[in-house]
T-cell receptor, first 114, second 117 residues
Framework: DAGVIQSPRHEVTEMGQEVTLRCKPI?????LFWYRQTMMRGLELLIY????????DSGMPEDRFSAKMPNASFSTLKIQPSEPRDSAVYFC????????????FGDGTRLSIL | DQQVKQNSPSLSVQEGRISILNCDYT??????FLWYKKYPAEGPTFLIS?????DKNEDGRFTVFLNKSAKHLSLHIVPSQPGDSAVYFC????????????????FGQGTILTVHP
């Protein structure tokens, strides 16, 4: 079975540019999560979706961040405009419905904003 | 506020011995706990979980213990192997249906485990 697929794996761009991170969840999974990992804050949840609907975006740091899930097999996390402090590893995860189902993570996108 | 804490940033163990990783939590609403393992340049991989109705769950070399009164859980790896060297994250969630907290995981900061041959 294919796992969660994220692209690109690495992104280097200049401050002020728009960045789009992509995620394909595991087929049949109802929940999709976006996380950010930094040295200072560890793994923090940014936003999550249930059946393509955003449920909780309280972790999104600023209005520069937005996330969409147009269908069950695709989600994007967009940063516009990007800033150097957005540099981090961004993970996407998905899980099935059910109270005791673990989240399955992609391998992340390492983002560097110069 | 850190609701899930892993107070040991690192742990070094000899191959064949037991590794014990610890995790404390403060939110009494948490009722489902997980351990993830993470290798460099990869995403966290689910290892083992435990519901709050249990105090122990075992899967091969991995056992998770939960002490609800102390709000403490631990992961035991026996015997430890060099391939177990990774960062281990403890995570917690509430499974109460409804509300935005359902299904969300709160992670600890991680413990780097090094198993020496």
């Amino acid at each position: 079975d294919a796992g969660v697929i994220q692209s690109p794996r690495h992104e280097v761009t200049e401050m002020g540019q728009e960045v789009t991170l992509r995620c394909k969840p595991i087929s049949g999974h109802d929940y999709l999560f976006w996380y950010r990992q930094t040295m200072m804050r560890g793994l923090e949840l940014l936003i999550y979706f249930n059946n393509n609907v955003p449920i909780d975006d309280s972790g999104m740091p600023e209005d520069r961040f937005s996330a969409k899930m147009p269908n069950a097999s695709f989600s994007t996390l967009k940063i516009q405009p990007s800033e150097p402090r957005d540099s981090a590893v961004y993970f996407c995860a998905s899980r099935k419905v059910g109270s005791n189902q673990p989240q399955h993570f992609g391998d992340g996108t390492r983002l560097s904003i110069l | 506020d850190q609701q899930v804490k892993q107070n040991s940033p690192s742990l070094s163990v000899q191959e064949g011995r037991i590794s014990i990783l610890n995790c404390d939590y403060t939110n009494s609403m948490f009722d489902y706990f997980l351990w993830y393992k993470k290798y460099p340049a990869e995403g966290p991989t689910f290892l083992i979980s435990i519901s709050s109705i249990k105090d122990k769950n075992e899967d091969g070399r991995f056992t998770v213990f939960l002490n609800k009164s102390a709000k403490h859980l631990s992961l035991h790896i026996v015997p430890s192997q060099p391939g177990d060297s990774a960062v281990y994250f403890c995570a917690a969630s509430t499974t109460n249906a409804g509300g935005t907290s359902y299904g969300k995981l709160t992670f600890g900061q991680g413990t780097i485990l090094t198993v020496h041959p």
